[in-house]
């Protein structure tokens, strides 16, 4: 068992990562003076993951969408009893969520941390199907699904993008579709579940009123070491051109909102963090609100407070999303587009970018703040193939031109799509 | 070192509290203002409050304000207006990072503080009046929040709910009131709504830091000396009256799942037993609600009660196909029964205890779960500690938990339905 602690230089602040004998990398951070604790255990595994093969195996195996969110909701069951029935012996507050390209399983609590903590390394390491239990689920889910659709913030995010992405899963709601998760059976359940639950591709963070020494003690007791059987997945080819530049839907909303979204090349690791960092700035820089562009729409009465941006990235997808509610959601977009053209014209503001990346680095300051954030950071950066403190490092170092090259090659008119909501006409 | 709590009274009936826990990054300040919630002054009131954190004095436009917070390492200046029961509270509130992580050595907090103490004294207007331009955004601003409320279904249905439930009286108007009555909100309107706040309401400041920084309560005591004190004194709790027969009311939309929002109302004055009951009934995956209406009869996506003990009433709100409104109504009504006959088993009663006790203990984990703890009890009108309260649900028995039930009964149902299974 390897143990490393890792410093952030910027702020002090650190944690201790530990490969574990049997295969698990976990993440613990001890914030003395907290009295909750935060614990996630998850897996490199989200709704983008329906094609895979094992080293050993020679053709890809395709599964239906929705599949990894099924597993969630199943393995929350065991063969007695629902998971939620053991945490209530504990007074912990238990849940799961399934993202684009991971499933996480977390409590949060104050006192038993420990026989939390036994809780959730057992029940995730122990499936338990039946067809029974599995047709039962398919009707829960079609529920949320249903609920999903009347989610107006969730459809024009979708929508935006089904206009981006030609092939790749990310356009699919993360629950999948009634039709596909239809075709999901035990069989299949399993076969994912031996697939992506493997402790090598899986990690567990946990922050708070804590002891390393006891996190340790539990995890040689409760985890099952696992041969690593080279995992491998693959996307569909995916070209770098969008689909279609806008789409339109009516649904009962008040003001309509609107997703303007850039589709931008991929990237991996210490890259993708950089460059997500360059994009975050980047965006701040076009979302903030003492710009003229800001003032403008302001006054016009084009945009209100809720006008936002987001970096939308993760394994095998990257995009730069501009949202908010709008009277006039074109207008919107053309102004950014030329605010984009003329700051890669004449240069990012030196003044402006020393402010913006103060804003950042108060934020990512706030987030070690916060038992909940420092678990969520710990398990994150280790999904995305970087270091904990990297960020704050990566924005350290950066500057205006780094952002300004982003504005120039990634924000793109071509590559610009935009989703709006709209209720329906009086 | 353990944390520091202290509250004093200031001069002119404000209470002043301070928490000093050195665990902390960040620091926080939040100004509470407490008035009776009125039809009349809501929509005034709230564009009042946020007017005071879109511009000031010296930074006459939200574009300088928010290049001075930015430039403060993204510091957090935001005001609110929120319900509570028959009363409107509206606040500042402030965070920033402690001065030893500014790179630059800026002195954050002081600036801060004189920033909050520009919002509130010297606001940006002048005659009477908030300045123009700045009040028309901010009107702007709330007119679309009210318009978007629709967006969010679920909330959508609690807040019509909650006007039915509580019709005729001051809880069943929306914290920001009605588009009308925002819409006819004058900039000079506001502004002398602000002057009353300042005069008459309740006011309770908070302050959470690392550090102890006397300059708060100095700044706060000089700044409030100035202004002609005589402040009305709100009930917090005002228990509803409950209809002599339950009524339900409906609206439809274009939506693909129902949603059905069932108040219970209580004449009961044990409101531990009423909180507690919350927990066993319906607000935890393991309480009766969820556990048998959601997953063993699969009626409702989601099913989950809610306690509002400042008005004695429990709603039960639920996501549910349309065919099952009537079953899962009943089976609803039928899970109470279940606790009024004293189904109830001690696994449930510890379960709900520990619920309790975690979240109890989880307060003083941010600098904003202190001030939103001592506030409640504030509320509450008994100011104690999270051991305390927990000592509350350590005694609890089954008997008044029991009695809590018996107490409810169903007052109203509101039903948001789908559009197009009705044609």
Redesign the interface.
């Known amino acids: 068992m390897e143990k490393e602690i890792i410093k952030s230089p910027d702020?002090g602040d650190s944690c201790i990562h530990v490969k574990h004998s049997s295969g698990l990398d976990i993440y613990i951070c001890e914030?003395?003076?907290?009295?909750?604790v935060e614990a996630l255990f998850g897996t490199k595994y989200g709704s983008v993951n329906t094609m895979f093969k094992m080293r050993d195996d020679k053709e890809y195996t395709v599964v239906p969408e929705g599949i990894a969110h099924f597993l969630e909701h199943k393995l929350f069951e065991n063969e007695d009893c629902?998971v939620?029935?053991l945490?209530?012996?504990?007074?912990?507050?238990?849940n799961a969520f399934t993202s684009f390209d991971k499933t996480c399983y977390l409590f949060?609590?104050?006192?038993n941390y420990e026989e939390s903590l036994r809780i959730l390394l057992d029940f995730v390491q122990k499936p338990y199907f039946t067809q029974a239990t599995v047709d039962?689920e398919q009707?829960?889910i079609g529920?949320?699904i249903?609920?999903t659709?009347?989610?107006?913030?969730w459809r024009v995010f979708f929508n935006m993008l089904r206009c981006m992405y030609h092939n790749n899963p990310v356009k699919i709601d993360i629950a999948g579709t009634v039709e596909s998760i239809a075709q999901i059976d035990a069989d299949l359940l399993y076969k994912c579940y031996y697939t992506f639950y493997n402790l090598n591709n899986m990690v567990l963070s946990i922050a708070?009123n804590i002891s390393a020494d006891e996190v340790l003690k539990i995890c040689d007791e409760c985890l099952k070491p696992c041969e690593d059987k080279g995992l491998e997945t693959v996307f569909p080819e995916e070209p770098d051109e969008i689909v279609m530049p806008e789409i339109h839907e009516?649904?009962?909303?008040?003001?309509p909102?609107f997703h303007i979204g850039y589709k931008c090349r991929v990237c991996t690791g210490q890259e993708r963090l950089k460059k997500s960092m360059a994009a975050s700035l980047a965006a701040s820089i076009l979302t903030?609100?003492?710009?003229d562009m800001?003032?403008k729409l302001?006054?016009e009465?084009v945009i209100?407070?809720?006008f936002g941006m987001e970096i939308f990235d993760g394994d095998g997808f990257f995009a730069v999303i501009f949202s908010g509610?709008s009277s006039d959601p074109a207008r919107v977009r053309e102004a950014l587009t030329a605010e984009i053209e003329r700051i890669v014209k004449e240069g990012v503001d030196e003044k402006v970018f020393q402010?913006?990346k103060?804003?950042?680095?108060?934020?990512l300051?706030?987030e070690?703040?916060?038992?909940e954030d420092v678990a969520n950071l710990l398990i994150n950066s280790y999904m995305d193939g970087v270091g904990p403190y990297d960020a704050i490092n990566v924005l350290s170092h950066m500057n205006s031109s780094e952002v300004h090259e982003f504005m120039r090659d990634e924000l793109i008119n071509d590559r610009m799509v935009m989703s709006v909501i709209e209720g329906?006409a009086e | 070192m353990p944390m520091r709590y202290k509250r004093t009274e200031l001069a002119g009936n404000i209470g002043f509290s301070t928490v000093i826990d050195e665990k902390f990054k960040t620091s926080y300040i939040v100004v509470r203002f407490i008035t009776a919630l009125d039809s009349k002054s809501a929509s005034a009131n709230a564009l009042a409050i946020s007017s005071l954190s879109s511009s000031s004095s010296r930074y006459k436009t939200l574009a300088e304000l928010n290049e001075k917070l930015s430039s403060l390492y993204g510091a957090g200046l935001t005001s609110f207006a929120k319900k509570r029961g028959d009363v409107q509270i509206l606040g500042l509130s402030a965070s920033w990072i402690n001065n030893r992580y500014a790179f630059d050595g800026e002195d954050v907090t002081g600036e801060m503080l004189s920033l909050v103490k520009e919002c509130l004294f010297s606001p940006n207007a002048a005659d009477g009046a908030f300045e123009a331009d700045s009040f028309k955004i901010t009107k702007k601003e709330l007119l679309d929040r009210i318009d978007s409320e629709l967006n969010n279904k679920r909330g959508y249905a609690l807040s019509r709910a909650a006007e039915i439930a509580f019709h005729g009286e001051p809880a069943e108007n929306p914290c920001y009131g009605t588009k009308e009555t925002a819409e006819n909100v004058t900039a000079e309107d506001a502004y002398s709504a602000y002057q009353n706040i300042l005069e008459n309401s309740q006011v309770e400041i908070f302050y959470v830091s690392a550090n102890e920084e006397p300059v708060v309560e100095k700044m706060m005591t000089e700044s409030f000396a100035a202004i002609r004190r005589s402040p009305v004194q709100v009930t917090f709790r005002t228990k509803s009256p409950l209809r002599s027969e339950p009524v339900t009311e409906s609206d439809e939309f274009d939506v693909r799942q129902c949603k059905m929002v069932m108040t219970f109302k209580s004449d009961s004055d044990d409101i531990y037993a009423l909180k507690m009951l919350n927990v066993i009934f319906g607000a935890t995956p393991v309480s009766k609600l969820f556990f048998n209406v959601r997953e063993k009869m699969s009626l409702c996506y989601y099913c989950a009660s809610r306690i509002m003990s400042e008005k004695g009433a429990l709603m039960v709100d639920s996501g549910v196909e349309r065919e099952n409104i009537e079953k899962a109504k009943a089976e609803i009504i039928h899970q109470l029964d279940e606790i009024r006959k004293g189904n109830v088993t001690d696994e449930e009663m510890q379960s709900a205890r520990l619920t309790l006790d975690n979240a109890v203990t989880q307060v003083g984990d941010t600098p904003a779960s202190y001030s939103a703890w001592y506030f409640e009890r504030f509320c509450d009108g008994k100011i104690i500690s999270p051991e305390q309260l927990f000592e509350e649900y350590a005694n609890m028995t089954k008997e008044r938990v029991v009695q809590a039930a018996e107490s409810l009964r169903l007052d109203s149902v509101y039903l948001m339905l789908d559009k197009e299974a009705a044609e």
């Open positions: 702020t914030m003395p003076g907290f009295s909750s629902d939620f029935e945490y209530a012996k504990t007074g912990a507050s238990g949060s609590c104050s006192k039962k009707g829960i529920q949320e249903k609920m659709n009347d989610n107006p913030e708070g009516t649904q009962p909303v008040g003001t909102i903030d609100a003492s710009s800001y003032k302001l006054d009465g209100n407070s809720s509610e402010r913006i103060k804003s950042t680095y108060g934020m300051v706030r070690l703040n916060n038992v329906e």
